[in-house]
């Protein structure tokens, strides 16, 4: 099962993670691969980006792989333009891959993340 995260991050608690992470890489440390991920610096900009409109879209096109744009506007009863503006997003983000045969949805399954509080 392929799977990505979504995560919600404190810009600045990313960059002295990635710090950290990069000095680590220097002293010769091996690191485990890491997996596909997408971050956010907020709820708002997640919401903003990943609406219900286009969550709903890119479960419909994981369930039905193959549907044109157009395909997918009809079954969704949703205007092209808007789909079409949907898909590009979603592809931009990696979400949504535009085949030859159609659209592809890469992921089986989507974790959207939050830390509330730092480990100690």
Same mark, same amino acid.
């Given at each position: 099962m392929k799977h990505i995260e979504i995560a919600v991050l404190d810009p600045k608690n990313e960059q002295q993670a990635l710090l950290e992470w990069a000095a680590r890489v220097d $002293?010769?440390? +091996?690191? $485990? +691969?890491?997996?596909?991920?997408?971050?956010?610096s907020s709820y708002?900009?997640?919401?903003?980006?990943?609406? /219900? !409109?286009?969550? *709903?879209?890119?479960?419909?096109v994981a369930q039905h792989e193959g549907l044109s744009i157009r395909q997918l506007a009809v079954q969704?009863?949703?205007? &092209?333009? *808007?789909? &079409? /503006? /949907?898909?590009?997003?979603?592809?931009?983000? +990696?979400?949504?891959? !535009?085949r030859t045969d159609g659209l592809f949805a890469p992921y089986d399954d989507i974790n959207i993340h939050k830390t509330l509080r730092k480990a100690a």
């Open positions: $002293a010769g440390e +091996e690191m $485990a +691969e890491a997996g596909a991920r997408l971050s956010f708002g900009q997640l919401h903003a980006v990943l609406t /219900d !409109k286009r969550m *709903n879209l890119l479960e419909y969704l009863n949703r205007d &092209y333009r *808007n789909v &079409y /503006d /949907d898909v590009q997003m979603l592809a931009e983000l +990696e979400l949504i891959e !535009k």
